[in-house]
């Protein structure tokens, strides 16, 4: 007996190209996939070790742990590559991009880019199931919105990896009880590797039963018509406006005209 995948009745068959294709099916199908980066382990340390400072700014910024703590936003980062320029090369990332334009086309943008950490024994916001679209529960027959979780800890069963209820995203509603019980699958991915999700895919964080933090960047690129989480724009004041791929995933140029005869002088730059 070979281990071929054997079938009858069969006359139409997906053929991937390539690996992207092949991940872009299990992401239709399942609602996630696990995507390598190809970074090195210097690169994941690299990025991983920007984390904590952004957040320790970030938590100065609007007033210190108290407040951050009231906000359910301790050990979160917001809009990372707005505050430093190494988390603008994960939003680079070749395998990454391949993989949302195969899934959402040619214009995508990042709605937002965040860090989470998870300290050890945390029980925070993010270990109930949600969507990444929260308060949606509609389905689409083409992704409007993915999400890639960077993990630059390996995320392990013992420190938390991400709970999925796979094809939740083709199912209007959340799941009875029961059956999340039965369906709910933890997905390890080793450090460097992304975990990628149809954002109407319903998952949550587990608790981290190790000694150590376990820190990830979770990005949401969605079609264009999607607000943005925090308007990326006007918080990089012009930085990488020149950028043809950069501009385009940050959102420069959808800014919403504030008079009848801008949006006609932006239609005519356009043209
Ligand atoms: O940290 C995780 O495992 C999940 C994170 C998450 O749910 C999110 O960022 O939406």
Redesign the pocket.
């Known amino acids: 007996m070979t281990d071929q995948i054997l079938n009858f009745g069969v006359t139409e068959a997906s053929i991937a190209r390539d690996e992207t294709d092949g991940h872009a099916e299990e992401v239709r199908l399942s609602g996630f996939t696990v995507l390598d980066s190809g970074l090195s382990p210097v690169e994941v340390t690299h990025l991983r070790d920007g984390i904590e400072a952004v957040i320790a700014r970030q938590t100065e910024e609007v007033g210190g742990h108290d407040v951050m703590a009231r906000l359910d936003e301790a050990n979160t980062g917001r809009a990372m590559l707005a505050y430093d320029d190494r988390f603008i090369e994960l939003v680079r990332n070749g395998p990454l991009l391949a993989l949302m334009e195969r899934l959402l086309g040619r214009y995508f943008v990042l709605n937002q880019q ?1 860090a ?1 950490v ?1 300290q050890p024994d945390d029980v925070h916001h ?1 270990i109930r199931f ?1 969507r ?1 679209l929260p308060y949606q529960h509609f389905v689409s027959s083409r992704p409007l919105a993915l ?1 890639a ?1 960077f993990c630059a800890d390996p995320f392990t069963l013992d420190n ?1 990896a ?1 709970f999925v209820i796979p094809g939740s995203h083709k199912h209007e509603p959340f799941p009875d009880e029961a059956v999340v019980r039965r369906l709910q699958r933890q997905v390890t991915v080793p450090a460097g590797g992304f975990l990628v999700l149809d954002a109407m895919t319903y ?3 587990g608790i981290n039963r190790s000694a150590h933090p376990r820190r ?1 960047i ?1 990005h949401v690129f969605t079609l264009p018509f999607i607000r943005q989480q925090i308007d990326l724009p006007a918080l990089l004041k012009g930085r990488y406006a020149d950028d043809p791929l950069l501009s385009r995933l940050f959102g420069y140029g959808l800014e919403v005209p504030v008079s009848v005869r801008d949006w006609r002088l932006a239609r005519l730059k356009r043209l």
């Open positions: 965040n989470i998870v993010q949600h990444d999400n979780l938390g991400t998952h949550r964080a990830a979770n």
